[in-house]
Each structure stands twice: as structure tokens, then as C-alpha cells.
């Protein structure tokens, strides 16, 4: 870990109701080309760019001078220039220029994030407390394994980033919800045995699903013989879950192996608070084809896009009727210990 990075702190009047100390995923490498990005994370309005040598940085987006989104202006050579007057900051949030002027006041420079990049993420150190992280940047080696192909988006949410939780913890809606890309036997998904262990901040559902019908993506992806024996792992990390889903032909290898082969299917979802009821999906998937496999992954990769799409109606049509019923109850069930479990690590952690 770099100690000598010079790094801003959350103020504490930004402090909020997320868990902290914690690396956020704030961009996916891929958006930040040319421009900057401006984004609010965590109640934090900030400008993601990269230096002259390409390093990603992030600064509070807000002018020193008055007060102006930073983000109104333009990038200059790794540097931007305030749309309003003029100012010219360096990465680092130093103010290097101002027009007309020849001294430029020691005082002028924005706040600058802790930011690092790595595997095609970009996390933020979301902090108050430890300028130095007192964790490692999670690590994503399937971003860069070389039996995987991925791609991924970001979405935005209207709604708490909880609600994505509960539904990426409780993949027994794939039955009812994603029935035309990766569902499946409702009977099977409802009935799939699981199990639920639960570490240091972290849960763990697996569910097995034995001698199924490999659904859609699953056959157009790899040559099944007949039935699978189908896994859904659900890791969940408070800031991101990771879920490991895939299918070998029935009885031809435990589920227990790690190494075991068939189709694989490992999203990254990492699903970033922007305000209390407004949120950022960031996801990839990686996916192993054995042969053909640009086309296969690309297509992999877009019924995961439509899987997601149809999650994001379901969620956000939730989100609107939570609000309209605010003060009804919901009845719990079977499906719903992942969930309840990551609700307590989070509840446990504010
Ligand atoms: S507000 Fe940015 S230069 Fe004046
Ligand atoms: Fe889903």
C-alpha cells in the first residue's frame, strides 16, 4: 500500500448512513477515455479524470473559487479548467493557474480522493478516519485470467442500493424472473438445496441444483449433453458480490471441486450507493467458452445485459411500491437468509 499517497478524507459533514472503510467501486476503467466522468458516490459529488501519464484521479467537484462544478469545465492535457472562471487544476486538486492573475493563493486547490485502479475497476477508499486503507484493494483475478472473456456496464439505479442486494442474494427469482435467458425449472430453483456459512463481513449462499434442464444462454453456450448439475455461489462483500454460476454435465464431477470445469459464469457486481435511494450497478461478466469464444462471451455477455435489464424493472418497480405501502410489513421465507444475513453485516457496520 502506498503510504506516501497525499489524500483528502471525507469530511465528516458528509458522513451518511454507509458502512465505511470500505473500497467503493466508483468508474469501470473502460469509461474514463478521453474526458473526465462526473459522478456522486456516496453523497460525494466527484470528477474522475486521468493525468498526463494516464493515472485516474478524482476530485471533489467543486471549484475553490465560487463554488462551481468542476465538471461544467474542460480537460486540459490531464488538467481541468473551471467553466466559470477559468481555474486550471492539476490532478492532485492543485490550482495551477488563474487567469489574469499572476500569484495563484496557496489556499486554491479541491479536495483529492483516494482512487486506485486495478483489473478494469476503479475503487475509492471511503473513509473518515484512515488516510492510510487498512485493507487491501480488493482483488478480481477473473478480470484477467487467461481462460476468461468479460465485459460489463454501469447502471443506474432509482432506488437504495439494498434493494439490489436482496435480489442478487436470492437467486431464487431467476425462476420467475429470468425465465427466457438463465431461469429454469421454477420447481428446481425454489426447491435447490443451500447452504449459508458467513465469515468476517462476508456471506456465502451456495445452491446446487442437480440433473436440471441447462436453461437457454447455458445450452447456446456450451455442448451440454443432456441434464446439468448446476451451482450458484453468491459471495457477498458489502461494497461488491461476486457470483459464480455454471453447469458440467450431470454426475461427471463434483460440485465440491473447486476446479471443476464446465460453463462458468462469474459476475462481479458492485453496487455503489450514490444518495440514500439512488444507486450505481457496476458488473462484468467473465465467462470460460471453450471454442468460438469472442462470439460466445459476446453473447454470453448480452444475455447476461438482458437478465439485468429485466432485474432493474423488477427492482425499481419494488422501490415504487415500497414507497407507496411504506408502513406494511414484509413476511419473510425460505429464499430470503442470504438477504437477511448481508442486511445484518451492513446494519452492523453503520
Ligand atoms: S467558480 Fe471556478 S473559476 Fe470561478
Ligand atoms: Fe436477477
Known amino acids: 500500500m502506498n503510504n506516501k499517497l497525499k489524500i483528502d478524507l471525507v469530511e465528516e459533514s458528509q ?3 454507509f458502512p465505511k472503510n470500505q473500497w467503493f467501486v466508483v468508474a469501470l476503467s473502460k469509461e474514463l477515455k478521453d474526458d473526465f466522468i462526473a459522478r456522486k458516490v456516496l453523497n460525494i459529488p466527484m470528477i474522475l479524470f486521468r493525468d498526463p501519464q494516464g493515472k485516474v484521479t478524482a476530485l471533489e467537484d467543486r471549484c475553490c473559487h465560487r463554488g462551481m462544478p468542476l465538471s461544467s469545465g474542460h480537460l486540459e492535457n490531464g488538467q481541468i479548467r473551471c467553466g466559470y472562471h477559468g481555474l486550471l487544476y492539476n490532478a492532485t486538486g492543485q490550482c495551477v493557474e488563474v487567469p489574469g492573475q499572476d500569484k495563484v493563493p496557496n489556499k ?10 486495478k483489473q478494469g475497476l476503479i475503487w475509492f477508499w471511503y473513509s473518515f478516519e484512515y488516510e492510510t486503507p487498512n485493507s487491501e484493494v480488493p482483488d478480481y483475478p477473473y478480470h484477467e485470467h487467461e481462460d476468461y472473456l468479460y465485459d460489463g456496464d454501469v447502471y443506474h439505479y432509482d432506488t437504495p442500493y439494498q434493494l439490489i442486494h436482496d435480489n442478487l442474494m436470492d437467486l431464487s427469482h431467476l425462476a420467475y424472473v429470468h425465465l427466457k435467458t438463465i431461469g429454469g425449472n421454477a420447481k ?3 426447491n435447490a438445496e443451500m447452504k449459508v456459512t458467513q465469515g468476517d463481513n462476508q456471506v456465502v449462499v451456495k445452491r446446487h441444483m442437480l440433473a436440471s ?5 447455458y445450452s447456446m453456450a456450451y455442448p451440454f449433453q443432456a441434464k446439468v448439475d448446476r451451482w450458484q455461489e453468491i459471495d457477498f462483500r458489502v461494497s461488491h458480490i461476486r457470483i459464480w454460476t455454471g453447469a458440467i454435465d450431470t454426475g461427471t464431477d463434483s460440485l465440491d471441486n473447486p476446479e471443476r470445469n ?12 450514490e444518495t440514500e ?3 450505481h450497478y457496476f458488473w462484468t461478466m467473465s465467462t470460460n467458452p471453450q471454442h468460438d469464444r469472442e462470439r460466445i462471451a459476446k453473447v454470453v455477455i448480452e444475455q447476461t445485459r438482458l437478465t439485468f435489464d429485466e432485474d432493474k424493472v423488477v427492482i425499481e418497480a419494488q422501490f415504487k411500491n415500497l414507497k407507496q405501502f411504506e408502513h406494511k410489513e414484509m413476511v419473510g421465507i425460505h429464499i430470503d437468509v442470504g438477504l437477511v444475513r448481508a442486511r445484518r453485516i451492513i446494519a452492523d457496520l453503520i
Open 15 to 17: 458522513q451518511n448512513s
Open 108 to 117: 486554491a486547490k479541491v479536495k483529492n480522493y483516494h482512487v486506485i485502479e
Open 188 to 190: 428446481i430453483h425454489m
Open 213 to 217: 434442464d441447462p436453461p437457454p444462454t
Open 262 to 273: 464446465g460453463f462458468n459464469m462469474r459476475g462481479f457486481h458492485a453496487i455503489t450507493p
Open 277 to 279: 435511494n439512488t444507486c
